[in-house]
């Protein structure tokens, strides 16, 4: 059985007595006390997130806007210094290989952000496709930890040298924070206003301390994952191994905004190129329960008694007080509206299409 990795600050989850899981190969933090008391703490005021476990490709020098543009769908050519975009890689097929975040960091020199499962896949993958590209995998020696909710500014504002008003979303500046050298992005994963900060490994502790210290007469609380899928899942952001995967493409995941096939040819163009011009067979959909159900992940969906899917995501909703989920529809069948039922330990729960994101009214829109 393989070791699980840790973060910077296993020890200190442990000693706030975080509930540990086994997650893409770490051990992480699930919760502290409460997934519900914590959802509403980003909700209302502001959590503090370890997602160290995530990984970070830093690609470099004068082809590195080539490589980035040959492995992502969106355009990176676009992209300003200090500015981020997010994206996805595919395969030749237009299956989603994963999903990232892109940042360019300097005029030759970008950072990637995919997920932690996919680390050594994705680094093949792009060793694969772009073999001009002069890449480094920073993973274990980058700490991330996420700072979200409608007081992230005032808390953070108190510990950095930076203006984080004149922060845009996802646009980021480098700076210091509790003392430690960090780049400061204003993305999350939450719909909530928030910040991830990027540091050395090293320095995880001190600038976490220092969050929770200068967080606490705001309600600011330290939050686990589990907080982190309710919290994305309200705003039917995607979950790779859930929502996407290499079985689904980005048109029918509904991520064809980031799609940019004027940009130049890239793995997987031709494919998305005739799934565009014929349109996606399926959608991915948000649906509530109509009765009283937790549509987990998994749980069958059936339109007119037929089985067409299966849960992709699905929680009860902390914020909303019923049950949420995702799955794929037939074209034609996806309207909002929609009658389903989700077959929950033999039950069929009647449920309906409704209109995403499930909560439209986080601090990041206002």
């Avoid at 995530?54 to 210094?81: I, K």
């Avoid at 990637?112 to 480094?136: G, W």
């Amino acid at each position: 059985m393989t070791e699980l990795k840790r973060t910077a600050l296993t020890e200190t989850h442990e000693r706030l007595g975080a509930k540990m899981v086994p997650y893409a190969g770490f051990l992480m933090p699930v919760q502290y006390e409460s997934i519900t008391e914590e959802h509403r703490a980003v909700r209302e005021r502001a959590g503090l997130f370890d997602v160290s476990h995530m990984g970070e490709f830093v690609f470099s020098g004068p082809r590195a806007l080539e490589a980035v543009q040959r492995v992502t769908v969106n355009d990176a050519g676009a992209l300003e210094v200090h500015q981020a975009q997010y994206s996805a890689m595919v395969d030749e097929n237009a299956g989603i290989v994963d999903d990232c975040v892109v940042c360019r960091l300097e005029e030759e020199r970008f950072l990637m952000v995919v997920n932690a499962a996919n680390i050594e896949k994705d680094l093949a993958h792009i060793r694969r496709t772009a073999p001009e590209a002069a890449i480094e995998d920073r993973s274990e020696a980058i700490s991330l930890l996420a700072l979200q909710g409608p007081l992230a500014e005032t808390i953070l504002g108190t510990v950095t040298d930076l203006d984080l008003g004149s922060i845009d979303f996802y646009w980021k500046r480098d700076g210091q924070v509790a003392g430690v050298t960090a780049i400061v992005s204003r993305t999350g994963y939450t719909g909530e206003d928030g910040f991830e900060l990027y540091l050395d490994r090293g320095a995880s502790e001190t600038v976490w301390e220092t969050l929770l210290e200068a967080g606490r007469g705001h309600g600011l609380r330290p939050c686990g994952l589990g907080a982190r899928d309710t919290l994305r899942l309200e705003m039917k952001y995607a979950l790779y191994g859930n929502d996407i995967d290499e079985t689904t493409n980005p048109y029918e995941a509904g991520l064809g905004w980031i799609v940019k096939l004027d940009k130049g040819d890239f793995e997987g163009r031709e494919a998305l190129a005739g799934i565009q011009e014929r349109g996606p067979e399926r959608r991915l959909v948000g649906f509530r329960v109509l009765e009283r159900g937790f549509p987990r992940p998994g749980y069958g969906v059936m339109l007119e008694g037929e089985r067409v899917d299966e849960v992709r995501s699905g929680t009860m909703s902390p914020t909303l007080g019923y049950g949420i989920g995702t799955t794929y529809l037939p074209r034609g069948r996806s309207a909002i509206g929609t009658a389903l039922e989700v077959d929950i330990r033999g039950r069929r729960v009647p449920a309906e299409v409704v209109k995403t994101p499930f909560y439209a009214h986080g601090s990041l829109k206002r």
